[in-house]
């Protein structure tokens, strides 16, 4: 009767530690606040007669991460660089008389991304992930340029340099658990625009006799940021 009941108890610890080994496979979703520095490489334009080119400034986000799995993730993420942080040059190399060198204005970049989240390694027992993970994706950057600048030739017309842009995503980190459902997430990623810059204030400036056709380049962003992430 002993062996039996011994049997018995083996068996629904059996169960239960498969019941909790399923539940940390089970979906689940976490909120991860996120901070960095955000660094556009290169400029928007770049000719004789126009350049513009975007500065680096800090970022401030949050991303919802939705585990499928114990190493599938789809995560939604929503960051923006912090006003006075970040700087977009203007210069207008061709008028050198009477005309400044380099203009500078506030500038502000958002982005709207969903990636795909692979962790190779899986996570630990009790659900948190392990350390390395990677990330692929795509989504939509606004960049905001804080005011329009006059017109070098004297007209009085003011350029507006606002664009926006779909991008592809691809980047990678570590998560290094600090608590039994909280871990410090840092990471690295790349966003490439899948259009070549334009605004209203480049087509405007294109448009000023003689007519030119300078031309914008495909954005490329790097980021680097951390954040806490908070749920298995």
């Not at 290094?176 to 400036?205: E, H, M, T």
Request: charged fraction near 15%; glycine fraction near 12%.
């Amino acid at each position: 009767m002993n062996r039996n009941w011994l049997a018995v108890a083996a068996a629904l610890a059996t169960a239960a530690s498969a019941a909790r080994v399923e539940a940390q496979a089970r979906s689940s979703i976490s909120i991860i606040p996120i901070a960095g520095y955000m660094m556009p490489m290169g400029k928007w334009t770049d000719s004789d007669t126009i350049r513009l080119e975007p500065g680096g400034g800090i970022f401030v986000g949050v991303t919802a991460e939705y585990s499928v799995n114990k190493t599938f993730s789809v995560t939604a993420q929503a960051i923006r660089t912090l006003g006075l942080t970040q700087k977009m040059t203007f210069a207008a190399p061709e008028f050198g008389v009477g005309v400044p060198a380099a203009l500078e204005t506030d500038m502000t970049t958002t982005q709207l991304l969903g990636t795909l989240l692979f962790r190779p390694l899986g996570r630990l027992p009790n659900g948190a992930p392990k350390t390395v993970y990677f990330e692929v994706g795509g989504g939509f950057t606004l960049y905001d340029v804080s005011q329009g600048f006059t017109n070098p030739l004297g007209a009085s017309d003011v350029l507006d340099f606002n664009s926006s842009t779909a991008v592809v995503t691809g980047g990678a980190g570590l998560s290094f658990p600090i608590g039994p459902r909280a871990s410090l997430q840092v990471f690295g990623r790349a966003n490439y625009g899948l259009s070549a810059y334009s605004s209203p204030g480049l087509d405007k400036w294109n448009g000023y006799p003689p007519p030119s056709n300078v031309q914008g380049e495909k954005p490329l962003v790097l980021l680097l940021g951390a954040g806490l992430r908070i749920g298995r």
